[in-house]
């Protein structure tokens, strides 16, 4: 938190270490899950395993930290994502306000309808929600009116131009203010 100058969250990021071909980019293997359909299974995996670290470091450091979690689309489109996120806050006794879903902006921006129900039944529930990787695709002023956003996680790409490129910084400042006059929070992705 920039303005507190605290640490309030993190991410929680997923890497393969592969005993034969050592250790393998999420934008090499992801998209193979994706296509197999075993995203389903890593996904939910990676949500028990976010929410495990989270209650261990919030009870072991008396915080009330958040863990942001990676969703893939073909997660959220699966009938079951809403019941699994159920069962796993129910299991562990997990804070819903210690988690927060994310999904990149090109694939919420691209079937925001679809996604619409999902992310109001997950703010219902008490999580937040994040549009990653903000700036670099087509995002719409009324999807992102319509949706249940809680914050806008600005592409790294930007937030590293900020101090070479005046048109970077410029469009930082504008999606600033437009998240403000939306009651969005903002994230600097890579700080």
């Known amino acids: 938190d920039v303005a507190g100058k605290k640490l ?3 991410e929680a990021l997923l890497r393969w270490e592969s005993p034969c071909l050592g250790l393998i980019c999420p934008m090499e293997f992801i998209p193979v899950a994706e296509e197999t359909g ?5 996904g939910n995996w990676v949500m028990e395993a976010a929410i495990k670290q989270i209650i261990k ?3 072991q450091y008396g915080t009330e930290f958040c863990v942001s979690i990676n969703v893939s689309a073909i997660q959220i489109q699966n009938t079951n994502f809403i019941y699994n996120v159920k069962t796993l806050v129910s299991k562990y006794r997990v804070k819903p ?3 927060n879903f994310e999904i990149t902006e090109s694939s919420a921006m691209s079937s925001i309808e679809t ?3 999902v992310l109001n039944e997950l703010t219902d529930l008490g999580i937040s929600v994040s549009i990653d990787d903000f700036g670099t695709g087509y ?3 009324i999807y992102l009116k319509r949706a249940s956003i809680d914050y806008l996680k600005i592409d790294k ?3 590293d131009m900020i101090p070479t490129i005046s048109s ?3 469009i930082v400042n504008a999606i600033i203010s437009m998240a403000q006059s939306l009651e969005i929070k903002t994230i600097a992705e890579g700080v």
């Open 38 to 42: 075993l995203i389903l299974e890593i």
């Open 8 to 10: 309030i969250g993190m």
């Open 139 to 141: 995002s719409s002023y």
């Open 157 to 159: 790409q930007l937030i």
């Open 168 to 170: 970077d910084a410029q």
């Open 115 to 117: 996604y619409q129900e």
């Open 97 to 99: 306000s210690w988690l």
């Open 57 to 59: 470091w919030n009870m």
